[in-house]
């Protein structure tokens, strides 16, 4: 079975900051991996995502993520956070291109002027 | 981007009446969509997959029988919520899988039952 682990269920961080979420899987396959943003009562909207190929995915909105199989992790992070980044964030793995997404707890981010 | 819509976005209604939700992939055909709930401040919950053309996969703990999933066709999935009662409500979200695999998320539809 998956499972997700998103360290940290709210981070702050100042305007101009370095934006760093952390997210580590379980997966007995190799994993496909996401990262969605939440903001108020709407839907998710992706990030990135990381299927195969190059480690290091660079998403929307300045954002990427490295897969690590050592360290079965994939955080995600921006060099610079804006104020319009404030939202949740959610990690997610799934073990195929045919199976649901198992989500994290999601990580609440605030950016502060 | 690929859209998924879901209508209507918010709904209340009184304890003991059904409501319908749609999910619709406007720019392509889905032959599988997802149905989650999701609590204030929590994450998604998978209830169901709903595959086009068979009956929809339940996960464990959800009732069939009381969350009815309509996949009509490649591109529409209904979430129907018989009785409600005021604990089915929450925030109710859909997402359809894309060709090339991805899954794009609909907006969300609040369901209040008083």
């Known amino acids: 079975a998956q499972s997700v682990t998103q360290l940290g269920s709210h981070v702050s961080v100042s305007e101009g900051a370095l934006v760093l979420l952390r997210c580590n899987y379980s997966s007995s396959v190799p994993p496909y991996l996401f990262w969605y943003v939440q903001y108020p009562n709407q839907g998710l909207q992706l990030l990135l995502k990381?299927?195969?190929?190059?480690?290091l995915v660079k998403g929307i909105n300045g954002f990427e993520a490295e897969f690590k199989k050592s360290e079965t992790s994939f955080h995600l992070t921006k060099p610079s956070a804006h104020m319009s980044d404030a939202a949740e964030y959610f990690c997610a793995v799934s073990d195929s291109r045919n199976t649901p997404l198992v989500f994290g707890k999601g990580t609440r981010l605030s950016v502060i002027a | 981007g690929a859209v998924v819509s879901q209508h209507p976005s918010w709904v209340i209604c009184k304890s003991g009446t059904s409501v319908k939700i749609e999910c619709r992939s406007l720019?392509?055909?889905?032959?599988?969509m997802f149905w989650y709930r999701q609590f204030p401040k929590q994450s998604l919950m998978l209830m169901a997959t709903?595959?086009?053309?068979?009956?929809?996969?339940?996960e464990q703990g959800v009732e069939k029988d009381k969350f009815l999933i309509n996949h009509a066709s490649l591109t529409l999935s209904t979430l129907t919520v018989t009785s409600a009662h005021p604990e089915d409500s929450s925030f109710y979200i859909c997402?359809?899988?894309?060709?090339?695999?991805?899954?794009?998320f609909g907006p969300g539809t609040r369901l209040l039952v008083l």
């Open positions: 997402s359809a899988r894309h060709p090339q695999e991805t899954q794009y």
């Open positions: 990381y299927t195969t190929g190059a480690t």
């Open positions: 709903s595959n086009e053309g068979s009956k929809a996969t339940y």
């Open positions: 720019d392509f055909q889905a032959t599988t």
